[in-house]
């Protein structure tokens, strides 16, 4: 039976709305009210019994200025 698994997103624990979901369609399910998970990497780890998934802002580049 796999472990019960528990999503990390901004630092809130979230329950599982589904188990029959992946990972990624909980993923595009969030990035619905938390848009900044549209580009996110994730991060697996089994601990204490649960299967823990976070969700981790990635550091872009978007409007960044550059000079001549």
């Given at each position: 039976q796999p472990l019960p698994r528990?999503?990390?997103a901004d630092n809130q624990e979230i329950e599982?709305?589904?188990?029959?979901?992946?990972?990624e369609d909980v993923r595009r399910m969030l990035a619905d009210y938390m848009p900044e998970?549209?580009?996110c990497a994730v991060h697996e780890e089994d601990k204490d019994?649960?299967?823990y998934v976070s969700f981790i802002k990635r550091?872009?580049?978007k409007g960044?200025?550059?000079s001549a």
């Open positions: 528990v999503f990390i599982d709305p589904d188990p029959a979901l992946s990972i998970l549209h580009n019994g649960k299967h550091v872009g580049t960044k200025y550059e």
